[in-house]
């Protein structure tokens, strides 16, 4: 009884997948067209022009399987059209973020190759600021804008990862938080300068109010072992921006070797305390 009963229900099981497929077909074209369709430079443009930033790029190509990829682009500042682009890079893919998708919101998702490394983010927009997640991995210390004297020079590869809240042009209103690492680092201050190799960098860094606080920065592994916790109260000139930091030194056997009579031109020697740091950023005094 149930063989002669299975013959009958089979041309209505294949017609139900046939069915299917064609719907699952159907919204898969749908998703790739809106996906490769999704206004991303206007979206883009919309974020980044209260902030007086604008987004170009040389060519945009489907990303599968969503999304797309731009080519060659620059970050450029519109408050002098005649600045060097803030930020380049080769290729960048964009993809709708889940809330732009879900409930209308602007938002996007991207993945960059930037300074020999590579950024992730989400990038969304709220009535009143932009909000960003990321996450880095490998980026080159060399290559990141530089604010110290002529002549100074930082290598390694940083990583971090964090979120932010712009609200405006000015910093002043900003507000993020970020748990970096930095390996290989190391420093050179000035031009003839011996190299001061750090090793490994660690640390978190939280923005508010225009001051950067900067809490349990730690190095390891290189010519000295040192601990950092102050803030730097940043102004509209980077270069203007004033430090107040306490920094702890213990020199390593490599750093004896490297920077013994260094040690013995601060205030005094490491072992006798932590040093403090205030004034303005690129010229701060010891004591």
């Known amino acids: 009884m149930a063989k002669r009963d299975a013959a009958p229900e089979r041309p209505f099981v294949r017609r139900r997948v046939v069915v299917a497929g064609g719907i699952l077909t159907a919204l898969l074209l749908f998703a790739l067209t809106f996906i490769a369709a999704f206004p991303y430079n206007a979206k883009v443009s919309q974020m980044l022009a209260p902030y007086q930033l604008r987004l170009v790029y040389q060519d945009q190509r489907l990303n599968l399987p969503f999304g797309v990829r731009l080519e060659n682009v620059s970050l450029l500042s519109t408050a002098d059209s005649g600045q060097a682009p803030l930020l380049e890079s080769k290729s960048v893919a964009l993809a709708p973020?889940?809330?732009?998708?879900?409930?209308?919101?602007?938002?996007?998702?991207?993945?960059?190759?930037?300074?020999?490394?590579?950024?992730?983010?989400?990038?969304?927009?709220?009535?009143?600021?932009?909000?960003?997640?990321?996450?880095?991995?490998?980026?080159?210390?060399?290559?990141?804008?530089?604010?110290?004297?002529e002549g100074s020079a930082l290598t390694g590869a940083l990583s971090g990862k964090g979120s932010a809240e712009i609200q405006g042009a000015a910093i002043t209103g900003d507000r993020g938080e970020a748990t970096v690492r930095a390996e290989q680092v190391t420093l050179q201050i000035t031009e003839g300068f011996p190299l001061i190799h750090l090793g490994e960098v660690t640390g978190h860094l939280l923005l508010s109010n225009g001051t950067l606080t900067f809490q349990d920065v730690e190095t390891h592994g290189g010519d000295v072992d040192s601990r950092a916790d102050g803030v730097i109260r940043l102004a509209p000139d980077l270069h203007l921006s004033t430090i107040e930091a306490q920094i702890a030194l213990t020199p390593t056997p490599s750093g004896h070797d490297h920077f013994g009579l260094f040690f013995h031109m601060l205030p005094h020697p490491p072992d006798e305390g932590p040093y403090y740091v205030n004034g303005p950023l690129l010229a701060p005094t010891i004591t």
């Open 97 to 149: 973020s889940l809330a732009s998708i879900l409930d209308g919101r602007t938002g996007v998702s991207l993945s960059a190759q930037i300074f020999n490394g590579v950024l992730r983010a989400t990038i969304a927009q709220k009535p009143n600021a932009v909000t960003v997640d990321f996450d880095a991995h490998g980026l080159s210390l060399s290559g990141l804008p530089r604010f110290g004297p």
